[in-house]
């Protein structure tokens, strides 16, 4: 299921609520609904691809700020190289 989502957005790109929300500069995420859970994938787009920065469970609503942080860090070292 995961899979599937993360190339619905990638071959859809761009797309919007609510398989899509903008979390930051440059930072987006894929909006997973599992059986008995509910996933996050964070990613960007650069040169015209989706590059998958961090996946998670999720298991409070609002999405856990030491996964964004990861996810920004992950994309500064991808833009400074």
Do not use: C, N, Y
Request: no cysteine; proline share 5%.
């Amino acid at each position: 299921m995961i899979g599937e989502d993360v190339k619905t957005v990638q071959f859809g790109w761009p797309l919007g609520m609510p398989l899509v929300r903008k979390m930051g500069r440059d930072l987006w995420e894929t909006r997973i609904t599992l059986p008995q859970r509910i996933a996050r994938v964070l990613f960007a787009v650069v040169d015209a691809k989706m590059i998958l920065l961090h996946g998670f469970i999720k298991k409070s609503q609002a999405t856990p700020q030491a996964d964004l942080d990861l996810a920004r860090d992950r994309l500064r070292q991808l833009q400074s190289s």
